[in-house]
T-cell receptor, first 112, second 117 residues
Framework: GDSVTQMEGPVTLSEEAFLTINCTYT??????LFWYVQYPGEGLQLLLK?????DKGSNKGFEATYRKETTSFHLEKGSVQVSDSAVYFC???????????FGTGTQLKVEL | GAVVSQHPSRVICKSGTSVKIECRSL??????MFWYRQFPKKSLMLMAT?????????EQGVEKDKFLINHASLTLSTLTVTSAHPEDSSFYIC?????????????FGPGTRLLVL
């Protein structure tokens, strides 16, 4: 079946550091790929998405590129802030529907 | 943005009792809602799809008689954990795609922490 694998956390960075959170997937067909973020005490929020190969999703300084050849969708940000501290989930869906397959989540902690 | 609420946010119950968790879309209608379960350091696992006006669709391995789902209206779905046992302790999260939204758009509730003693 479909699956999503993302790097284990927690990840601790200093403010203004470069962030990469790796995500790879296994799926038949052409899934849509997502990054969700969960801030403490809040529900998951869509951060960005990409629906086809080579698409780049971007939002709030975060970017991820849909790489079909490596089945990856790595999340990057050039300069993180303390306010980016949260849990980040990589996910996929197929067929334009809303059923999501999630990765395990990666906790990011940004310190001053 | 659109808001989904869950109630309660945290519940502790005795083994053998039943617990009801509510998921509400506060400012939009949803004909479908999704229920997920999250174990510590594990991904969210889809349990079932709640359908307004019809039966819920359960994922493989999820006991439908154990986890009763009722989509009472276009803004409310409930998950009842019946005869709860300690292994049912988990974090339960719902999500709802707005009825009139573009595809692949959905909003998540903040989750309900269940502890069964």
């Amino acid at each position: 079946g479909d699956s999503v694998t993302q790097m284990e956390g927690p990840v601790t960075l200093s403010e203004e550091a470069f962030l990469t959170i790796n995500c790879t997937y296994t799926a038949t067909g052409y899934p849509s790929l997502f990054w969700y973020v969960q801030y403490p005490g809040e529900g998951l929020q869509l951060l960005l998405k990409a629906t086809k190969a080579d698409d780049k999703g971007s939002n709030k300084g975060f970017e991820a590129t849909y790489r079909k050849e490596t089945t990856s969708f790595h999340l990057e940000k050039g300069s993180v802030q303390v306010s980016d501290s949260a849990v980040y989930f990589c996910a996929l869906s197929k067929g334009g529907g809303n059923k999501l397959t999630f990765g395990t989540g990666t906790q990011l902690k940004v310190e001053l | 943005g659109a808001v989904v609420s869950q109630h309660p946010s945290r519940v502790i119950c005795k083994s053998g009792t039943s617990v009801k968790i509510e998921c509400r879309s506060l400012d939009f209608q949803a004909t479908t809602m999704f229920w997920y379960r999250q174990f510590p350091k594990k991904s969210l696992m889809l349990m079932a799809t709640s359908n307004e006006g019809s039966k819920a669709t359960y994922e493989q391995g999820v006991e439908k008689d154990k986890f009763l789902i009722n989509h009472a209206s276009l803004t409310l779905s409930t998950l009842t954990v019946t005869s709860a046992h300690p292994e049912d302790s988990s974090f339960y999260i719902c999500s709802a795609p707005p009825r009139s939204s573009i595809k692949e758009t959905q909003y998540f509730g903040p989750g309900t922490r269940l502890l069964v003693l």
